[in-house]
Protein backbone atom coordinates (compact mmCIF):
# COMPACT_ATOMS: atom_id res chain seq x y z
CA UNK A 1 0.00 0.00 0.00
CA UNK A 2 1.33 3.18 -0.96
CA UNK A 3 1.65 5.40 1.68
CA UNK A 4 3.67 8.21 3.64
CA UNK A 5 3.50 10.64 6.88
CA UNK A 6 3.80 13.99 6.99
CA UNK A 7 3.25 16.70 9.75
CA UNK A 8 0.35 18.34 9.57
CA UNK A 9 1.79 22.14 9.69
CA UNK A 10 3.95 21.12 6.79
CA UNK A 11 1.53 19.35 4.90
CA UNK A 12 -1.38 22.31 5.72
CA UNK A 13 1.41 25.16 4.43
CA UNK A 14 1.92 23.48 0.94
CA UNK A 15 -2.18 22.74 0.40
CA UNK A 16 -2.62 26.72 0.97
CA UNK A 17 -0.64 28.18 -1.59
CA UNK A 18 -2.78 25.54 -3.91
CA UNK A 19 -6.04 27.37 -3.05
CA UNK A 20 -5.75 30.06 -5.42
CA UNK A 21 -5.34 27.80 -8.50
CA UNK A 22 -6.68 24.46 -7.61
CA UNK A 23 -10.15 24.23 -5.87
CA UNK A 24 -12.35 26.74 -8.05
CA UNK A 25 -15.63 25.91 -9.61
CA UNK A 26 -14.29 24.70 -13.12
CA UNK A 27 -15.73 23.50 -15.97
CA UNK A 28 -13.12 20.57 -15.86
CA UNK A 29 -13.48 18.10 -12.33
CA UNK A 30 -9.54 17.17 -12.22
CA UNK A 31 -8.66 21.05 -12.29
CA UNK A 32 -10.46 21.39 -9.43
CA UNK A 33 -8.30 18.80 -7.61
CA UNK A 34 -4.35 19.27 -6.57
CA UNK A 35 -2.07 16.00 -7.75
CA UNK A 36 -0.22 14.37 -5.05
CA UNK A 37 3.13 12.36 -5.80
CA UNK A 38 5.41 11.33 -2.61
CA UNK A 39 8.77 9.88 -3.54
CA UNK A 40 12.33 10.09 -1.70
CA UNK A 41 10.55 11.78 1.44
CA UNK A 42 8.79 14.36 -0.36
CA UNK A 43 5.32 14.99 -0.86
CA UNK A 44 4.87 16.76 -4.75
CA UNK A 45 1.61 18.94 -4.72
CA UNK A 46 0.41 20.26 -7.75
CA UNK A 47 -2.24 22.73 -8.97
CA UNK A 48 -3.58 24.25 -12.24
CA UNK A 49 -5.93 26.01 -13.93
CA UNK A 50 -4.12 26.13 -17.19
CA UNK A 51 -3.18 29.49 -17.12
CA UNK A 52 -1.00 28.87 -13.43
CA UNK A 53 0.50 26.19 -12.59
CA UNK A 54 2.29 26.04 -8.66
CA UNK A 55 4.51 23.05 -7.40
CA UNK A 56 5.25 22.38 -3.86
CA UNK A 57 7.79 20.11 -2.48
CA UNK A 58 7.09 19.28 1.02
CA UNK A 59 9.06 17.09 3.28
CA UNK A 60 7.71 13.90 4.67
CA UNK A 61 8.86 10.03 5.20
CA UNK A 62 7.92 8.24 2.51
CA UNK A 63 7.20 4.47 2.99
CA UNK A 64 5.90 3.39 -0.51
CA UNK A 65 5.85 5.97 -3.26
CA UNK A 66 2.38 7.02 -4.61
CA UNK A 67 0.11 9.43 -6.39
CA UNK A 68 -3.10 10.67 -6.10
CA UNK A 69 -5.71 13.15 -7.69
CA UNK A 70 -8.10 14.68 -5.16
CA UNK A 71 -10.44 17.54 -4.83
CA UNK A 72 -8.04 20.58 -3.20
CA UNK A 73 -10.96 22.57 -1.36
CA UNK A 74 -12.18 19.10 0.25
CA UNK A 75 -8.09 18.12 1.53
CA UNK A 76 -7.42 21.49 2.38
CA UNK A 77 -11.02 22.04 4.37
CA UNK A 78 -10.29 18.06 5.55
CA UNK A 79 -6.12 18.85 6.76
CA UNK A 80 -6.95 22.46 8.30
CA UNK A 81 -9.25 20.77 10.99
CA UNK A 82 -6.87 18.31 11.94
CA UNK A 83 -5.00 17.97 15.45
CA UNK A 84 -1.54 19.06 15.27
CA UNK A 85 0.19 15.62 15.14
CA UNK A 86 1.31 13.42 12.02
CA UNK A 87 -0.51 12.70 8.88
CA UNK A 88 -0.50 8.94 7.58
CA UNK A 89 -2.06 9.09 3.87
CA UNK A 90 -2.37 5.92 2.17
CA UNK A 91 -3.47 5.32 -1.66
CA UNK A 92 -6.62 3.08 -2.34
CA UNK A 93 -8.56 1.21 -4.77
CA UNK A 94 -10.07 2.96 -7.36
CA UNK A 95 -7.75 6.33 -6.88
CA UNK A 96 -9.52 7.30 -3.34
CA UNK A 97 -6.85 8.43 -0.42
CA UNK A 98 -7.35 7.42 3.67
CA UNK A 99 -6.20 10.26 5.66
CA UNK A 100 -5.17 9.23 9.35
CA UNK A 101 -4.42 11.54 12.00
CA UNK A 102 -5.11 10.70 15.99
CA UNK A 103 -8.40 8.99 16.27
CA UNK A 104 -9.51 11.10 12.93
CA UNK A 105 -10.05 8.80 9.51
CA UNK A 106 -11.31 10.28 6.67
CA UNK A 107 -11.36 8.14 2.89
CA UNK A 108 -11.24 10.71 0.07
CA UNK A 109 -12.56 10.13 -3.25
CA UNK A 110 -10.23 10.26 -6.30
CA UNK A 111 -10.10 10.97 -9.95
CA UNK A 112 -7.23 8.65 -11.54
CA UNK A 113 -3.45 10.95 -11.81
CA UNK A 114 -2.84 10.05 -15.09
CA UNK A 115 -5.41 12.60 -16.12
CA UNK A 116 -3.82 15.10 -14.39
CA UNK A 117 -2.85 17.49 -16.99
CA UNK A 118 1.09 18.15 -16.74
CA UNK A 119 3.12 21.31 -16.32
CA UNK A 120 5.25 22.78 -19.09
CA UNK A 121 8.44 21.69 -19.14
CA UNK A 122 11.67 23.83 -18.91
CA UNK A 123 15.42 23.90 -19.34
CA UNK A 124 17.26 24.13 -16.13
CA UNK A 125 20.61 25.64 -17.12
CA UNK A 126 18.04 28.81 -18.24
CA UNK A 127 16.83 30.47 -15.23
CA UNK A 128 18.35 33.81 -14.20
CA UNK A 129 19.09 34.43 -10.43
CA UNK A 130 17.24 37.74 -9.29
CA UNK A 131 16.51 39.13 -5.55
CA UNK A 132 13.35 37.62 -3.83
CA UNK A 133 12.07 41.19 -2.71
CA UNK A 134 13.25 43.50 -5.92
CA UNK A 135 10.44 41.18 -7.93
CA UNK A 136 8.48 41.20 -5.34
CA UNK A 137 8.34 45.28 -4.61
CA UNK A 138 7.94 45.81 -8.34
CA UNK A 139 4.61 43.70 -8.36
CA UNK A 140 3.40 45.24 -5.10
CA UNK A 141 3.90 49.35 -7.36
CA UNK A 142 2.40 48.32 -10.52
CA UNK A 143 -0.34 45.27 -10.35
CA UNK A 144 -2.84 47.86 -8.62
CA UNK A 145 -2.75 49.46 -12.12
CA UNK A 146 -3.93 46.26 -14.33
CA UNK A 147 -7.08 46.20 -15.68
CA UNK A 148 -9.64 43.94 -13.99
CA UNK A 149 -11.76 43.53 -17.00
CA UNK A 150 -10.83 40.16 -19.07
CA UNK A 151 -11.88 41.41 -22.19
CA UNK A 152 -9.47 44.15 -21.96
CA UNK A 153 -7.15 41.53 -22.17
CA UNK A 154 -3.72 42.89 -23.77
CA UNK A 155 -4.75 45.48 -20.12
CA UNK A 156 -5.35 42.58 -17.96
CA UNK A 157 -1.76 41.75 -17.42
CA UNK A 158 1.64 43.25 -16.10
CA UNK A 159 4.69 44.17 -18.39
CA UNK A 160 7.93 42.89 -17.71
CA UNK A 161 10.87 44.52 -19.84
CA UNK A 162 14.17 44.80 -19.70
CA UNK A 163 17.15 47.37 -21.20
CA UNK A 164 20.73 48.02 -20.68
CA UNK A 165 20.89 51.54 -19.60
CA UNK A 166 24.48 53.28 -18.75
CA UNK A 167 25.77 49.71 -18.47
CA UNK A 168 23.66 48.74 -16.59
CA UNK A 169 20.67 46.37 -16.55
CA UNK A 170 17.37 48.04 -15.88
CA UNK A 171 14.19 45.67 -15.20
CA UNK A 172 11.27 47.47 -15.95
CA UNK A 173 7.60 46.59 -14.97
CA UNK A 174 4.27 48.76 -16.18
CA UNK A 175 0.74 48.33 -15.37
CA UNK A 176 -2.45 50.39 -17.08
CA UNK A 177 -6.29 49.59 -17.07
CA UNK A 178 -6.71 52.89 -20.02
CA UNK A 179 -7.26 55.11 -16.95
CA UNK A 180 -4.07 55.19 -15.34
CA UNK A 181 -0.46 53.84 -15.42
CA UNK A 182 2.43 52.69 -12.89
CA UNK A 183 6.04 51.88 -13.86
CA UNK A 184 8.81 51.17 -12.21
CA UNK A 185 12.40 50.90 -13.25
CA UNK A 186 14.86 49.35 -10.81
CA UNK A 187 18.36 47.60 -11.88
CA UNK A 188 18.47 44.00 -11.94
CA UNK A 189 19.87 40.62 -13.39
CA UNK A 190 19.54 40.06 -17.50
CA UNK A 191 16.82 38.11 -17.37
CA UNK A 192 16.60 35.97 -20.77
CA UNK A 193 13.75 36.20 -22.75
CA UNK A 194 12.31 39.58 -21.51
CA UNK A 195 14.07 42.50 -23.79
CA UNK A 196 11.42 42.50 -25.90
CA UNK A 197 8.76 42.63 -23.03
CA UNK A 198 6.65 39.92 -22.01
CA UNK A 199 3.10 40.22 -20.55
CA UNK A 200 2.02 38.25 -17.20
CA UNK A 201 -1.47 37.95 -16.45
CA UNK A 202 -2.28 39.79 -13.31
CA UNK A 203 -4.08 36.97 -11.70
CA UNK A 204 -0.41 35.20 -11.93
CA UNK A 205 1.41 37.80 -10.93
CA UNK A 206 -1.00 37.96 -7.82
CA UNK A 207 -0.19 34.51 -7.27
CA UNK A 208 3.93 35.22 -7.17
CA UNK A 209 2.98 38.37 -4.85
CA UNK A 210 0.90 35.64 -2.69
CA UNK A 211 3.37 32.55 -2.51
CA UNK A 212 6.59 35.43 -1.97
CA UNK A 213 4.63 36.61 0.91
CA UNK A 214 4.78 33.79 2.50
CA UNK A 215 8.54 33.18 2.49
CA UNK A 216 10.80 35.15 4.93
CA UNK A 217 14.15 36.35 4.57
CA UNK A 218 15.85 38.62 1.35
CA UNK A 219 16.85 35.30 -0.55
CA UNK A 220 16.75 35.25 -4.77
CA UNK A 221 14.25 33.52 -6.73
CA UNK A 222 14.82 31.75 -10.25
CA UNK A 223 13.74 32.76 -13.28
CA UNK A 224 13.06 32.08 -17.14
CA UNK A 225 10.79 32.95 -19.52
CA UNK A 226 10.30 31.19 -22.88
CA UNK A 227 7.44 31.97 -25.76
CA UNK A 228 4.74 31.20 -23.80
CA UNK A 229 4.98 30.99 -20.26
CA UNK A 230 7.00 32.25 -17.13
CA UNK A 231 8.68 29.98 -14.86
CA UNK A 232 9.84 30.75 -11.40
CA UNK A 233 11.49 28.80 -8.86
CA UNK A 234 12.56 29.27 -5.09
CA UNK A 235 13.69 26.98 -2.38
CA UNK A 236 11.28 24.67 -3.14
CA UNK A 237 8.19 25.95 -5.07
CA UNK A 238 8.07 26.31 -9.06
CA UNK A 239 5.24 28.49 -10.44
CA UNK A 240 4.40 28.53 -14.25
CA UNK A 241 2.66 31.38 -15.52
CA UNK A 242 1.24 31.51 -19.46
CA UNK A 243 2.16 34.45 -20.68
CA UNK A 244 -0.79 37.06 -22.25
CA UNK A 245 0.08 36.89 -26.38
CA UNK A 246 -0.54 40.14 -27.85
CA UNK A 247 1.36 43.32 -27.90
CA UNK A 248 1.11 45.96 -24.92
CA UNK A 249 0.12 49.60 -25.49
CA UNK A 250 3.00 51.92 -26.75
CA UNK A 251 3.08 53.08 -23.08
CA UNK A 252 6.19 55.32 -23.76
CA UNK A 253 3.66 57.90 -25.64
CA UNK A 254 1.22 58.27 -22.84
CA UNK A 255 3.87 59.64 -20.64
CA UNK A 256 3.62 63.45 -20.69
CA UNK A 257 6.33 65.66 -21.70
CA UNK A 258 4.63 69.03 -21.07
CA UNK A 259 3.63 69.05 -17.94
CA UNK A 260 5.20 72.74 -16.01
CA UNK A 261 3.14 72.73 -13.23
CA UNK A 262 4.96 71.21 -10.27
CA UNK A 263 4.34 70.53 -6.55
CA UNK A 264 5.73 68.86 -4.02
CA UNK A 265 3.00 67.53 -0.92
CA UNK A 266 3.40 65.46 2.17
CA UNK A 267 2.55 61.92 0.93
CA UNK A 268 0.74 60.92 4.70
CA UNK A 269 -0.95 63.89 4.50
CA UNK A 270 -2.40 64.26 1.22
CA UNK A 271 -3.39 60.66 1.41
CA UNK A 272 -5.29 61.24 4.73
CA UNK A 273 -6.81 64.14 3.36
CA UNK A 274 -8.07 62.24 0.29
CA UNK A 275 -9.47 59.19 2.46
CA UNK A 276 -11.91 62.02 4.25
CA UNK A 277 -12.74 64.45 1.35
CA UNK A 278 -13.78 60.83 -0.39
CA UNK A 279 -16.53 59.31 1.82
CA UNK A 280 -18.91 62.00 0.06
CA UNK A 281 -18.13 59.99 -2.98
CA UNK A 282 -20.61 56.84 -3.33
CA UNK A 283 -19.82 56.25 -7.20
CA UNK A 284 -17.40 55.15 -8.72
CA UNK A 285 -17.73 57.89 -11.62
CA UNK A 286 -17.33 60.66 -8.91
CA UNK A 287 -13.98 62.34 -8.61
CA UNK A 288 -12.12 64.74 -6.18
CA UNK A 289 -11.61 68.46 -7.46
CA UNK A 290 -8.11 69.76 -6.59
CA UNK A 291 -7.87 73.40 -6.22
CA UNK A 292 -4.45 74.45 -6.36
CA UNK A 293 -3.00 77.62 -5.43
CA UNK A 294 0.42 78.69 -4.45
CA UNK A 295 1.58 76.90 -1.28
CA UNK A 296 -1.98 75.19 -0.65
CA UNK A 297 -4.31 72.68 -2.12
CA UNK A 298 -8.50 72.37 -1.60
CA UNK A 299 -9.56 69.19 -2.13
CA UNK A 300 -13.35 68.95 -2.65
CA UNK A 301 -16.07 66.78 -3.47
CA UNK A 302 -19.90 66.66 -3.28
CA UNK A 303 -22.28 64.31 -3.62
CA UNK A 304 -26.38 65.61 -4.49
CA UNK A 305 -28.32 63.20 -1.93
CA UNK A 306 -24.87 63.57 1.11
CA UNK A 307 -23.74 66.93 0.62
CA UNK A 308 -20.19 68.11 0.24
CA UNK A 309 -16.66 68.27 1.94
CA UNK A 310 -13.95 70.39 1.58
CA UNK A 311 -9.87 70.78 3.11
CA UNK A 312 -7.19 72.43 2.28
CA UNK A 313 -3.16 71.35 2.67
CA UNK A 314 -0.23 72.92 2.29
CA UNK A 315 2.19 72.22 -0.73
CA UNK A 316 5.14 73.65 -2.06
CA UNK A 317 3.69 74.98 -5.19
CA UNK A 318 4.58 78.72 -6.58
CA UNK A 319 2.72 78.59 -9.96
CA UNK A 320 -0.11 79.60 -11.39
CA UNK A 321 -3.63 78.78 -9.82
CA UNK A 322 -5.46 75.85 -11.63
CA UNK A 323 -8.51 72.98 -10.64
CA UNK A 324 -8.04 69.33 -12.24
CA UNK A 325 -10.48 66.51 -11.05
CA UNK A 326 -9.08 63.07 -10.37
CA UNK A 327 -10.86 59.49 -9.51
CA UNK A 328 -9.76 59.76 -6.19
CA UNK A 329 -9.25 56.10 -5.26
CA UNK A 330 -6.49 55.71 -8.13
CA UNK A 331 -4.60 58.68 -6.42
CA UNK A 332 -4.55 56.89 -3.07
CA UNK A 333 -3.60 53.72 -4.97
CA UNK A 334 -0.32 55.38 -6.50
CA UNK A 335 0.32 57.60 -3.04
CA UNK A 336 0.36 54.09 -1.16
CA UNK A 337 2.63 52.47 -3.43
CA UNK A 338 5.41 55.17 -2.57
CA UNK A 339 7.87 54.93 0.15
CA UNK A 340 8.92 58.26 -0.03
CA UNK A 341 7.38 61.10 2.64
CA UNK A 342 6.74 63.70 0.10
CA UNK A 343 5.68 62.96 -3.46
CA UNK A 344 5.60 65.29 -6.51
CA UNK A 345 3.27 66.18 -8.27
CA UNK A 346 3.44 67.02 -12.64
CA UNK A 347 -0.18 68.43 -14.08
CA UNK A 348 -0.49 70.74 -16.97
CA UNK A 349 -4.28 71.66 -17.48
CA UNK A 350 -7.35 70.12 -16.28
CA UNK A 351 -7.68 68.15 -19.24
CA UNK A 352 -4.21 66.28 -19.40
CA UNK A 353 -2.80 63.67 -17.81
CA UNK A 354 -1.06 64.04 -14.54
CA UNK A 355 1.71 63.02 -13.22
CA UNK A 356 2.88 61.59 -9.58
CA UNK A 357 6.35 60.31 -8.70
CA UNK A 358 7.81 59.50 -5.25
CA UNK A 359 10.16 62.48 -4.23
CA UNK A 360 13.28 60.04 -3.97
CA UNK A 361 17.07 61.46 -4.84
CA UNK A 362 18.00 60.88 -8.64
CA UNK A 363 20.36 58.47 -7.72
CA UNK A 364 17.12 55.46 -6.95
CA UNK A 365 15.26 54.20 -9.67
CA UNK A 366 12.63 55.43 -11.70
CA UNK A 367 8.97 55.08 -10.61
CA UNK A 368 5.63 56.95 -11.65
CA UNK A 369 2.23 56.88 -11.79
CA UNK A 370 0.07 58.74 -14.33
CA UNK A 371 -3.23 59.43 -13.71
CA UNK A 372 -5.84 60.51 -16.51
CA UNK A 373 -8.62 63.38 -15.32
CA UNK A 374 -12.01 63.31 -14.52
CA UNK A 375 -14.41 65.38 -16.16
CA UNK A 376 -17.39 66.44 -13.48
Known amino acids: MAHLEIEKREFLKGLNLMQGIAGRKTTLPILSHIYLEWKQNT ?12 QEALTGIVHEEGRASVSSKKLFEIV ?10 TKKENHWIQLKCGKSLFNLAGLDP ?13 FSKIPTTLFKEMIEKTAFAASNEESRYHLHGILLTQQR ?26 IR ?28 MNIYVDNTHAFLKWERSLMVIRLIEGEFPEYDQVIPKQNDKTMKIGKE ?4 SLKRVSTMISERAEGVKLSIQPNFMELSSNHQDYGDAKEEIDIQ ?10 NARYLMEALQSFDSEEVVMELKDEGSP ?19 PMRI
Not at 114 to 126: G, I, N, T, V
Request: aromatic share 6%; net charge negative; charged share 25%.
Open 43 to 54: LFLTGTDLQTGV
Open 80 to 89: RELPEQTIQI
Open 114 to 126: DDYPSLPSFQEKA
Open 165 to 190: SGGKEILRMVATDGHRLSLIEREGQM
Open 193 to 220: GVEKGVIIPKKGVLEIKKVLGDKEGEGE
Open 269 to 272: PFYQ
Open 317 to 326: YQGAPMEINF
Open 354 to 372: GILRPDLSPSLSQQLSIIM
